[in-house]
């Protein structure tokens, strides 16, 4: 039997090229087709597991590249409202970066990392984008030290933005969340302010001009004071996102900062009336198409005069006259009825 | 042997062979386990010589009709890996497990050799590298592998007949 197989095998090792092909498919075709349709099932079966592999790579860095866009978009977000402070300062002002270590007592301070060698002075107002952050405390050469409004010896002089209402605001020494808001102590009794009515610095005391947005009001506390009014304040700026700021200097804060974020109010404000004004036309452009969607299968139930179809039904749009107002001139007093005639006898 | 020890010889016999198409394709180790060897020797330590060589022509022509540029080759390699197994059985074949596994070892190997001797497609060192590295390696996972199964096997089917 060995000689048989052996002989066998080597007959069919050196056939033609043609016949051994014919054979090797003769077999692929009956009895090796489930064992090739199992060899094939699992090939497929494990490139799928490869594609999948691959696709997860895939889907997890489109992710990871999708999160970091928006700490970019946010981040370039930022920095460009920086530049519009900056453009809007146009002098007198230093660019500091940030560091909040995260330790006990870093809620006060702030280490900014610029010093005297760039012309930081102690006393100078630390602001960003928003509004004010602190006031710098201590200047080293390359290094400064501020303190922010939640220092417990954070003061500034404040009044409402339209100057009607003046007090000075404290940091809310209150327990819990409210700990981070801000108090605007001792406005005239008679000064009743709104809830959201924005509170600026009032430059007086000479340390912070006139003009940075410090915070809004939230509400009014009651107190033991019958004299005068405190409203609690929501801040102009978390701290915490402060990570690049601008130090105000002495001589600029002399001129007078107040434009700056005026014209930041004034961009933000034309902002909403773009995005108002792109509503509108959406909703215009909306109203268009479906008008004109209705005309068009109005002109489709329309028979064509070729036809000859005389059975289908003619339906034509409803014409309806133009509704135009009355044209009144608008001092001429409104038209009376005419009278009319009596009957004569 | 039995009805139901042929049966599950039998199941156990076109199990090896399934999985020789389904999971070696899938794993794709460069030394790969030989399922198709580990079933022929399986037949060849329970069946005479000539059945013996009769299930690995059969089965070499069929792994052979995969690759036709080698048609031929692995029934060659087949038919004398089984004959020698059924009849080196007695002397192979103890209740020892090392012996099994070398029985194992020495038969995927010689096998290849002799596959690589008929197929003439590789040479040099290509050839050198195949027989004594890699298919080495691969005896030495079909060895482990088919010491299992025999361990697994021993219980259902009965030792075999020397």
Known sequence: ?345 | MNFARGFWFTFVFLALVVLHYTLRPVLEWRASIDFLSIAVLLVAVRARPGVATVVGFAVGITSDAMMPSAFGAGALAFSVVAYAASSLKAAFFADNLALNAVFVFLGKWVGDLIFLAAEHRLGGSEFLAQALLWSPLAAAVTAVVGLGVLMVLRPVVGTPRG
């Open chain 1, 1 to 345: 039997m060995l000689i048989a197989c052996v002989l066998l095998s080597l007959v069919a090792l050196v056939l033609p090229s043609p016949i051994r092909s014919a054979v090797a498919g003769g077999l692929r075709g009956t009895i090796v087709v489930p064992l090739a349709a199992l060899q094939e099932r699992a090939e497929v079966s494990r490139r799928a597991v490869l594609a999948y592999d691959a696709s997860v790579r895939v889907a997890d860095s489109i992710r990871l590249q999708a999160t970091q866009a928006d700490v970019a978009a946010a981040e370039n977000e930022r920095l460009r409202r920086l530049l519009g402070l900056g453009a809007a300062l146009t002098w007198g002002f230093v660019p500091a970066e940030a560091l909040h270590g995260r330790g006990l007592g870093d809620d006060y301070t702030m280490t900014l990392t610029v010093g005297s060698n760039e012309g930081v002075e102690p006393f100078s107002a630390v602001v960003a984008p928003d509004g004010l952050v602190g006031m710098i405390e201590h200047v080293d050469a390359r290094s400064s030290v501020a303190i922010v409004w939640p220092h417990p010896d954070f003061r500034v002089s404040a009044m409402s933005a339209d100057g009607a209402a003046f007090g000075i605001v404290y940091p809310h020494l209150g327990a819990g969340a409210t700990r981070f808001l801000l108090e605007l102590r001792g406005v005239a009794f008679r000064n009743e302010l709104r809830p959201g009515t924005l509170i600026v610095s009032a430059g007086l005391g000479g340390v912070y001009p006139r003009g940075i947005p410090v915070g809004t009001v939230l509400s009014e506390l009651k107190t033991a004071e019958g004299w005068a009014r405190t409203y609690l304040l929501r801040p102009a700026v978390r701290p915490a996102d402060a990570t690049t700021v601008m130090v105000v200097q002495p001589r600029r804060a002399k001129e007078g900062v107040a434009a700056a974020w005026q014209t930041n109010v004034d961009s933000a404000l034309r902002m909403v009336v773009a995005a108002g004004d792109s509503l509108a036309r959406r909703h215009a452009d909306s109203l268009a198409r479906a008008e004109r969607q209705r005309l068009d299968s109005l002109q489709v139930l329309r028979p064509r005069p070729d036809s000859g179809d005389a059975a289908a039904p003619a339906v034509k749009p409803p014409i309806t006259p133009p509704i135009t107002p009355p044209i009144t001139p608008p001092n001429t007093p409104p038209s009376t009825p005419t009278p009319a005639p009596r009957p004569v006898p």
